[in-house]
């Protein structure tokens, strides 16, 4: 597609619930970012892909977050059991490779009531 | 930790002026980048340089990179209303982390007309 696509762009959850959060990247970008975001905040490292490589998930706040990427194209994020800390931007990147300059999603905003 | 610093937290200039921004890191880096952020939505990428460059121009753009000190500058020249927002250096180091980027704080940016 011509940007990285995300969905939901907002999502408001109970606490206690499971959310799945999706990102379509950009065709042919090998690698795939995950971050999050709190209120005037900086990006936290979450989760990346890299073409067939084990994905370095030492990001990961807890063990209640998971992702996976199917087919080298799109990622789902998993909260498991959501918490109220957990609300915040979740952002998705894609890159044609590492070491080069990523181009972001829109982000799903998360609200856990 | 964050690795990136940013410095001043918020700048704030008339229409025409100059702008700068500084970055301070921590440990050795492979390349660092900037981005920009409207609304605290998705970032984009504005500019990216390698370790092993010590300068970079992109339009009104500027950035400087000095290894020795750890630091990095942003400069936006003749600033326009439409600059108004939030500006982040990330870092991207070598070895296994190479491809993940850690971002700072970010510099609040305000450019009145």
């Known amino acids: 597609g011509a940007g990285v696509s995300q969905s939901p762009s907002n999502k408001v959850t109970e606490k206690g619930k499971d959310v799945e959060l999706r990102c379509d990247p950009i065709s042919g970008h090998t690698a795939l970012y995950w971050y999050r975001q709190s209120l005037g905040q900086g990006l936290e490292f979450l989760i990346y892909f890299q073409g067939n490589s084990a994905p370095d998930k030492s990001g990961l706040p807890s063990d209640r977050f998971s992702a996976e990427r199917t087919g080298g194209s799109v990622s789902t994020l998993t909260i498991q059991r959501t918490q109220q800390e957990d609300s915040a931007v979740y952002l998705c990147?894609?890159?044609?490779?590492?070491?080069?300059?990523?181009?972001f999603g829109s982000g799903t905003r998360l609200t856990v009531v | 930790s964050q690795q990136g610093e940013e410095d001043p937290q918020a700048l704030s200039i008339q229409e025409g002026e100059n702008a700068t921004m500084n970055c301070s890191y921590k440990t050795s880096i492979n390349n660092l980048q900037w981005y920009r952020q409207n609304s605290g939505r998705g970032l984009v990428h504005l500019i990216l340089i390698r370790s092993n460059e010590r300068e970079k121009h992109s339009g009104r753009l500027r950035v400087t990179l000095d290894t020795s000190k750890k630091s990095s500058s942003l400069l936006i020249t003749a600033s326009r209303a439409a600059d108004t927002a939030s500006y982040f250096c990330?870092?991207?180091?070598?070895?296994?982390?190479?491809?993940?980027?850690?971002f700072g704080q970010g510099t609040i940016l305000t450019v009145h007309p």
């Open positions: 990330a870092t991207g180091a070598g070895g296994t982390s190479y491809g993940k980027l850690t």
């Open positions: 990147a894609s890159s044609p490779d590492t070491g080069y300059g990523y181009t």
